[in-house]
């Protein structure tokens, strides 16, 4: 297929899906305000109107402007002492991720989305249910080690690392703020790190960023609306309800 006619064909699919693909911007923006539990839900839209492969190249320059933003605003709060600890293992996840994209069939991602969404929803209750579970998680190497390759990992496959590395963030104690700032720079980074991975694999292309474009403003809305309710909403009730329709949606795509 010509270039013009992909661009045209992936503007196409975004125009017929445009309230979707609106939400889930919108989304990623409340994301990285804070609403850790609304990542799980633009993975899933995503996969649903472009195929779970190819939503992993389109989201990913959206995800970056919204680090981007994210870090702008809350940045000064970041502990790099746990991002230069984190980001070794995670590197490492994200080549293991990227050699199991190489040799995954296509029909095999939407189940494998399906089920890491629901291991991070099940992750995501445990968290809010139990959290003396992860702060009596000791510092250790191991832990920090584990917890990074399976960010790479989740993040090469489905861009869907937040909730982990949340968890890590959780069991060293980390004030909101701080885990705000955090969490912004750390994915700001290895989300840049991952763009010659999804460039090898053919997932950024002139076509996926003319989508990006027509969606930035959403996130960037998102982020705005995500600032501002921040401190109105009870987290935990709001979280509660975006992981339920999280782990309904991913038990979908297991059973299709």
């Known amino acids: 297929m010509e270039p013009d006619q992909l661009v ?6 975004a125009i017929d899906n445009g309230l979707l693909l609106a939400i889930a911007a919108f989304g990623i923006g409340i994301t990285k305000s804070g609403f850790s539990g609304v990542s799980l839900v633009h993975v899933l839209i995503f996969a649903h109107v472009f195929g779970a ?8 320059p959206m995800l970056i402007a919204g680090d981007t933003m994210a870090m702008f605003m809350y940045g000064k709060h970041a502990n790099w002492t746990y991002i230069l600890r984190m980001m070794p293992p995670a590197i490492v996840g994200v080549v293991v991720g990227w050699l199991m994209m190489h040799r995954i069939e296509e029909s095999a991602y939407r189940p494998l989305i399906g089920g890491i969404i629901l291991v991070l929803a099940t992750m995501q209750i445990l968290r809010m249910v139990r959290e003396s579970w992860w702060t009596e998680v000791p510092h250790a190497n191991w832990f920090a080690w ?8 989740t ?24 885990f705000v ?27 996926t960023l003319v989508v990006n474009l027509l969606l930035v403003p ?5 982020l705005m609306a995500g600032r501002m309710i921040v401190h109105r909403i009870p987290q935990r009730a709001f979280d509660f309800v975006i ?5 309904v949606a991913a038990i979908q795509m297991l059973v299709r």
């Open 146 to 153: 584990c917890m990074g390759i399976l960010v790479g990992i």
């Open 181 to 207: 700032a955090t969490a912004a720079w750390f994915f700001l980074l290895l989300n840049l790190a991952k763009i010659p991975f999804s460039l090898n694999l053919g997932l950024i292309r002139g076509d």
């Open 8 to 13: 045209r064909t992936m503007r196409e699919i």
């Open 155 to 178: 993040t090469m496959l489905a861009n869907a690392a937040g909730p982990v590395f949340g968890l890590f963030l959780l069991a060293i104690g980390l004030p909101k703020q701080e």
């Open 243 to 247: 992981l339920a329709f999280s782990a």
């Open 218 to 222: 959403l996130i960037l809305a998102g």
């Open 53 to 60: 492969r190819t939503s992993t190249g389109i989201v990913l």
